[in-house]
């Protein structure tokens, strides 16, 4: 299960697991549609692709929580 982390890694923008726009690399590096952007959908932490992350809905949030760790190695 997607680990959902809640800020973007590079300008601490909200990534509410509910809403579309967040990307995410093979170890769930998380950026917002802006900075995955700059980034060319390259993951500065890694090197690894970012992709679409997928949204989880809010029913689904109480049994399974979004992540509260807010960045790659912190």
């Known amino acids: 299960m997607l680990e959902m982390r809640p800020l973007c890694e590079r300008c601490n923008t909200a990534l509410p697991a509910q809403d579309s726009g967040a990307f995410i690399c093979s170890l769930e590096c998380s950026f917002c549609a802006n900075c995955a952007e700059e980034l060319d959908?390259?993951?500065?932490?890694?090197?690894?692709?970012?992709?679409?992350?997928?949204?989880?809905?809010?029913?689904?949030?109480?049994?399974?929580?979004?992540?509260?760790?807010?960045?790659f190695g912190k």
């Open 41 to 71: 959908d390259r993951c500065p932490n890694c090197g690894g692709e970012l992709m679409d992350r997928p949204t989880r809905s809010s029913q689904l949030q109480e049994k399974y929580p979004p992540g509260t760790k807010a960045s």
